[in-house]
């Protein structure tokens, strides 16, 4: 099994970016799919949370500017990220709770990039 991420770059602050987090491999099913990030000198924090029915939930500091999204047909979590500051600069890592036959595991993806410029 395996998770994917894609979509951080470069964006000033107010801009906007669209992660995806695509998980691939012998897949049984997937139950929570979250994103992380990790700013440098500093400890990975929860950005947001995704249940398998749709339910979501974000930590404080997202104030509504970032919308979590899955779609379970590909295995797939977004993240759109409107609004953002310098702040949110970080190295943003996906994880989803898989299960491979009878066995369940948490995965994490390689981490995606996000730079915000003031």
């Known amino acids: 099994v395996q998770l994917q991420a894609s979509g951080g770059g470069l964006v000033e602050t107010g801009g906007s970016l669209r992660l995806s987090c695509a998980a691939s491999?012998?897949?049984?099913?997937?139950?929570?799919m979250n994103w992380y990030r990790q700013a440098p000198g500093k400890q990975r924090e929860l950005v947001a949370g995704?249940?398998?029915?749709?339910?979501?939930n974000y930590a404080d500091f997202v104030e509504g500017r970032f919308t979590i999204s899955r779609d379970n047909a590909k295995n797939t979590v977004y993240l759109q990220m409107n609004s953002l500051k310098p702040e949110d600069t970080a190295v943003y890592y996906c994880?989803?709770?898989?299960?491979?036959?009878?066995?369940?595991?948490?995965?994490w993806g390689q981490g995606t990039q996000v730079t915000v410029s003031s």
């Open positions: 994880n989803a709770v898989i299960r491979v036959m009878l066995r369940r595991n948490i995965y």
């Open positions: 491999g012998r897949i049984s099913s997937i139950s929570d």
């Open positions: 995704i249940t398998i029915d749709g339910s979501p």
